[in-house]
């Protein structure tokens, strides 16, 4: 069974210092991963996806995950942090068949504050 | 502009009250789905559609109907809501599945009394 695990629910940094997100999957098969982020109020928006190409992964805003099939990890991370950035992150990962489906498996969340 | 929108955005109701979330899309996308968000528990999604006329359950389909007649809107019933569906719904289109972006309306939330 495909399952994604979030590791931190809140993860606080200050601004211009880097930000981590980290993310555990499991899949019996090659997972298709992604990172949505959700600002307040607002719908989700794809920052990145994994499609088993390259496994550093270049996203919107300055993020970038490194998939690693060794450890089971989609870590989000970013030079440096914004004010903007604040908001919830989720990964992702596409369950196999989901081609038919649109389906997707997410994980719990983690919100990330910004500190001035 | 190329976006997914529902509506209301807000609705307070009462237990028993039959209610319609609208969701449609402009993006002739074929893959349509209605997720659920609760705090600590991220998306889940509640049924989805492949095409018009096509629709299946998702992890939570208990309480709520859907329909898709035209390809562009994909409503969400609930035809007798009770407290334990109050929640955050989002409406979502996708063009070719699973592993393409999935493009998400601004969100409903809902409050059963």
């Known amino acids: 069974a495909q399952s994604v695990t979030q590791l931190d629910s809140h993860v606080s940094v200050s601004e211009g210092t880097p930000v981590l997100l980290r993310c555990n999957y499991s899949s019996s098969y090659s997972p298709s991963l992604f990172w949505y982020v959700q600002h307040p109020n607002k719908g989700l928006q794809l920052l990145l996806k994994?499609?088993?190409?390259?496994?550093l992964v270049k996203g919107i805003n300055g993020f970038e995950a490194e998939f690693k099939k060794s450890e089971t990890s989609f870590h989000l991370t970013k030079p440096s942090a914004h004010m903007s950035d604040a908001a919830e992150y989720f990964c992702v990962v596409s369950v196999p068949g989901s081609s038919n489906t649109g389906k997707l498996i997410f994980g719990q969340g983690t919100t990330l504050q910004v500190k001035p | 502009e190329a976006q997914v929108t529902q509506n209301p955005r807000y609705l307070i109701t009462v237990t028993g009250k039959k209610l319609t979330v609208t969701c449609s899309q402009n993006?002739?996308?074929?893959?349509m789905s209605w997720y659920r968000q609760d705090p600590g528990l991220g998306l889940r999604q509640i049924y989805y559609s492949m095409n018009v006329e096509v629709t299946d359950k998702g992890d939570v389909p208990e309480g709520y109907k859907v329909s898709r007649k035209e390809k562009r809107n994909f409503p969400l019933i609930l035809e007798s809501p009770s407290p334990n569906q109050t929640s955050l719904y989002f409406c979502?289109?996708?063009?070719?599945?699973?592993?393409?972006?999935?493009?998400f309306g601004p969100g409903t939330r809902l409050t059963v009394t």
């Open positions: 979502a289109s996708t063009k070719t599945g699973g592993w393409s972006e999935q493009y």
């Open positions: 993006m002739n996308h074929e893959y």
């Open positions: 994994y499609t088993s190409a390259a496994t």
